[in-house]
Structures are given as C-alpha cells and as structure tokens.
T-cell receptor, first 112, second 113 residues
C-alpha cells in the first residue's frame, strides 16, 4: 500500500527556520517531490530528491533518507508569502510515470 | 512558452449532469495526468494519458473518463455528477521519463449543486 504522513498544521515566525517532516510508504520508490500550494492555486514545484542527502535551492532545502522512508523540507528566513500548504509527494515505480501520490499536506502559517 | 492551461476556471453544474474539463500541456510535454483535490486534502490521482491511451488509473469510478488528442491536449469527462464530485480538478503535464517534474495547471473549480 501507499501512505504519506505529514503534520497537518505548523506555525512559525517571520525570519525563522521551519522543518516540515514527511514519512512515506510506497510500493516501490522512484523519487520524492515537494510542492507548495497557496490557497485556491495550483501546486508549484519546489524540489525533487531521488538519492539520499540534502538538496539546497536558495531558502529551501529538501532531505531524503530512502532507507527510513523519510524526507523533510527546510525553509529558512521565513517570509509572510511562505504561508501555504506544503505537499510531500513520493513517486512509485511502474505503470504511469510521474504518478505522484500526495499526502494531505502541511498548512504552514507564518506570523509577524 | 505557455505553461499548462486548463479551461474553464470555474464551473457550476447540477447533480446528474455531465461535465467536460480541458487541459493543454506545457509545450514539449507529452503526458497528462488528472488529479482531484477536495477542500483541505491533497490531490488524488485520477488517471494518466500518454500516446492517446490511459496508462494508469487511480481509485475512481467509471463515471470518470478521459481522452488525449494527437496534440497531447486532454479532456476529463465526469458523468452523472454527484455532490461529492465538487472539487478542484488539476491537470499536470510532464515528459515521459524518469525523474521529470510535473507542472500543474491552475485547475478547474467544479461545484455540483
């Protein structure tokens, strides 16, 4: 089966650092994506990890441990515009390529 | 370079009616996936089209059907609409292959009354 677990909600302060964790179980593994979604808008791509380790892209970094079925998204120097839902999406093998399995997402509220 | 475009952006239908949603993929992409996103939930995979064929399907009834055209654009059809079909319908395009990201359209907000 397939299961993705993320915290439902998080709150952080502007300028701070926040880490959003994701644990997953999938039938086969072919990479993990993080997407950002503002209310009423489409998800936008943030990062992709296929190998273990940390991928850094500006204020955003994503970490993957395949053996632990674990990933996190790290957001630095938080800004008010970072208030959004963050979706962890592992991709499984076989069948459709780029079939992403989404969890319910983590709703991040950045406060002044 | 146009991204993924979907039409219409909003739609209101009556229970029992049928609806068709449309998606044009990002230039150069050949694969289209459809997702349903209910309020407060993550997107749920409906199905994926490549080379004009449905390649894989999620856990959705046969009332949900689709089509892909030779120009890679796609349609999602939903018959016998239920109130529970009210959701944001997202189209994602990608290039068939390993590790390529999926780009999402802005979605169609369907309300069934």
């Amino acid at each position: 089966g397939q299961n993705i677990d993320q915290p439902t909600e998080m709150t952080a302060t502007e300028g701070a650092i926040v880490q959003i964790n994701c644990t997953y179980q999938t039938s086969g593994f072919n990479g993990l994506f993080w997407y950002q979604q503002h209310a009423g808008e489409a998800p936008t791509f943030l990062s992709y990890n296929v190998l273990d380790g940390l991928e850094e892209k500006g204020r955003f970094s994503s970490f993957l441990s395949r053996s632990k079925g674990y990933s996190y998204l790290l957001l630095k120097e938080l800004q008010m515009k970072d208030s959004a839902s963050y979706l962890c999406a592992p991709k499984g093998y076989g069948g459709a390529t780029n079939k992403l399995i989404f969890g319910t997402g983590t709703l991040l509220a950045v406060q002044p | 370079d146009a991204g993924v475009t979907q039409s219409p952006t909003h739609l209101i239908k009556t229970r029992g009616q049928q609806v068709t949603l449309r998606c044009s993929p990002k230039s150069g992409h050949d694969t289209v996936s459809w997702y349903q996103q209910a309020l407060g939930q993550g997107p749920q995979f409906i199905f994926q089209y490549y080379e004009e064929e449905e390649r894989q399907r999620g856990n959705f009834p046969d009332r949900f059907s689709g089509h892909q055209f030779p120009n890679y654009s796609s349609e999602l059809n939903v018959n016998a609409l239920l109130l529970g079909d009210s959701a944001l319908y997202l189209c994602a395009s990608s290039l068939r292959g390993f590790g390529t990201e999926a780009f999402f359209g802005q979605g169609t907000r369907l309300t069934v009354v």
